[in-house]
């Protein structure tokens, strides 16, 4: 069973040049994987692709079996749900509290507070925000934030998790942190694809590799032989 | 870890308040309530005050008789009002003295002195206390039987031309009061699409997290209300102090302006006002919500 395979996708801007081209890719269920590549390779697009920020110019992606360019609205909303992300940019909502923020993806489904509380504040604890849960995210470290954007892909424990760079501003001791989180949700069950230039991070794992040059994506031994 | 859990107790509104002209927003909202109020409540007293002056005129009627011959005439006033008064139980039936007769000439004849001899038709009025409408054609038949050739006014021309003008005056205010709606309409879609475009960053990690579009909607369906609700409560609260300020003047003071009687019935309308206030609000911005989403979907 796959969470994610491409066939042969291709995406373009309007008519400007293919900045992915012919990417096969699978990733099994429970697997954990590195997405690696220089800056501007397609890293941060392929992931958009993954996560349906957007859609392919060509091929078939399917998520967890279902063929997304025939998704409905619904249907799409219901497989995000299934999908945490971490971004780059981190994405907080600047009006609402780190509790408020982490708890997002369980609130949009109408879960009920008091069922969640609970997850969110150990989850806090967890990521080492325990004492920052009632901040609001403009008074946090770039750290703290990274650590509040990863919570939030992991609260509704997702079957698939998403993240690009996501030990990129913490120090290594967090990152470490970090990492035995994901390697524990994988564990239980999570795919999880993470997108990152940190080679350390990579070795410490023991992860399949996927590396991704001028929008072709090369995988297994070759991509392992780069790194 | 209680203390963090009871901090944590009260969810925060997703979206920002500060984000969009919220103030400004429910100032306008205020004024068109102020206006709606005003509108309404002009509107149910001017049906109320055409009811009473319609009711009035009903249950009042002159009977004028004709008098041949001054002879005649007091077996003539003796007859007719031996006819009325068991045909009216209960009203007031009474002769108008000559004094009273020759006043009533006054507006046409201006302050000329009239000879005595001036053969007068004798006036009868009559005023119902309450109950039915007098009906002319009745007491003519009446009078008939008995060979007094009278003429019953029951001033249905001038209690059809008040109706006429009561009615306009309510169909001028209720439409006054369809335009502020119309205008409510569309100042809270606007003001939605405003607030979807302030509020785009939310909006797309909303998404993100695998909102659905009713999700978000309501959002703004109940951001509306509530401003909505504000604006309706403040404007029908000042609408009414100006009304009833303006119904202890009376007309006879402010001349153009007829005489503004507030009923606690009003209140019932007011409150439908606020209620109706608030789901059009509701309404234009789940809308204007659904709308924009689908439109973003489809550009996406």
């Given at each position: 069973m796959d969470a994610v395979r491409f066939e042969r996708v291709g995406l373009r801007y309007g008519r400007g040049p293919e900045i992915l081209s012919d990417v096969n890719m699978r990733l099994r269920r429970g697997s954990f994987t590195f997405l690696t590549g220089p800056s501007g390779a397609g890293k941060s697009t392929l992931l958009k692709l993954c996560y349906l920020t957007l859609k392919q110019s060509r091929g078939l992606i399917n998520l967890f079996e279902s063929d997304i360019s025939v998704m409905s609205r619904a249907e799409e909303q219901a497989t995000k749900r299934k999908i945490g992300v971490v971004l780059q940019?981190?994405?907080?909502?600047?009006?609402?509290s780190v509790f408020e923020n982490v708890a997002l993806p369980l609130r949009v489904t109408g879960e009920n507070r008091a069922n969640y509380t609970q997850d969110v504040v150990e989850l806090l604890q967890w990521v080492g925000l325990g004492h920052r849960m009632?901040?609001?995210?403009?008074?946090?470290?770039g750290g703290e934030q990274q650590r509040a954007a990863i919570a939030r892909a992991v609260i509704a424990k997702p079957d698939l998790l998403i993240a690009d760079e996501p030990t990129g501003n913490v120090d290594p001791a967090i990152g470490r942190r970090l990492l035995r989180l994901f390697s524990e949700m994988n564990r239980m069950g999570t795919t999880v694809l993470i997108a990152t230039h940190d080679v350390v991070l990579i070795r410490e794992m023991q992860a399949d590799i996927l590396r991704i040059e001028n929008g072709q994506l090369l995988s297994g031994l070759d991509a392992g032989a780069a790194i | 870890m209680t203390d963090m859990l009871q901090q944590s107790s009260q969810p925060q509104p997703l979206?920002?308040?500060?984000?969009?002209n919220a103030r400004s927003l429910v100032i306008v909202l205020t004024i068109m309530a102020f206006l709606a109020a005003l509108a309404l409540l002009f509107s149910l007293s001017a049906d109320r005050l055409r009811k009473d002056w319609q009711g009035e005129l009903g249950r009042s009627a002159t009977v004028q008789i004709m008098v041949d011959s001054v002879e005649t005439r007091e077996a003539n006033i003796q007859t007719a009002l031996k006819v009325l008064r068991p045909a009216l139980p209960g009203a007031e039936v009474k002769l108008l003295s000559e004094t009273q007769s020759k006043s009533l000439l006054k507006p046409w004849l201006g302050n000329l002195e009239l000879?005595?001899?001036?053969p007068l038709p004798a006036l009868i009025s009559i005023s119902q206390n309450g109950g039915a409408v007098i009906s002319p054609d009745r007491l003519t038949a009446l009078l008939g039987e008995d060979g007094i050739i009278a003429e019953v006014d029951d001033h249905s021309r001038w209690s059809d031309q008040i109706g006429r003008s009561g009615r306009g005056l309510q169909a001028a205010a209720l439409a006054l009061l369809a335009l502020i709606f119309g205008a409510g309409i569309a100042v809270s879609g606007f003001a939605t699409q405003a607030a979807l475009s302030a509020q785009r960053d939310v909006i797309r990690v909303l998404v993100q997290v695998g909102a659905e579009d009713g999700f978000i909607a309501r959002l703004f369906i109940k951001q509306a209300g509530i401003r909505g609700l504000k604006g309706a409560i403040i404007g029908v609260v000042l609408g009414t102090i100006t009304a009833l300020f303006l119904s202890l003047r009376r007309a006879e003071e402010t001349a153009l302006l007829p005489d503004l009687g507030l009923h606690w019935t009003d209140s019932i309308f007011l409150v439908f006002l606020i209620l109706g206030f608030t789901f059009i609000c509701s309404c234009a911005a789940g809308v204007t919500a659904y709308r924009l989403l689908r439109r973003e979907r489809r550009r996406a």
């Open positions: 940019d981190f994405r907080l909502i600047d009006h609402l009632d901040a609001m995210p403009q008074t946090l470290s | 979206l920002s308040a500060q984000s969009d000879p005595d001899d001036l």
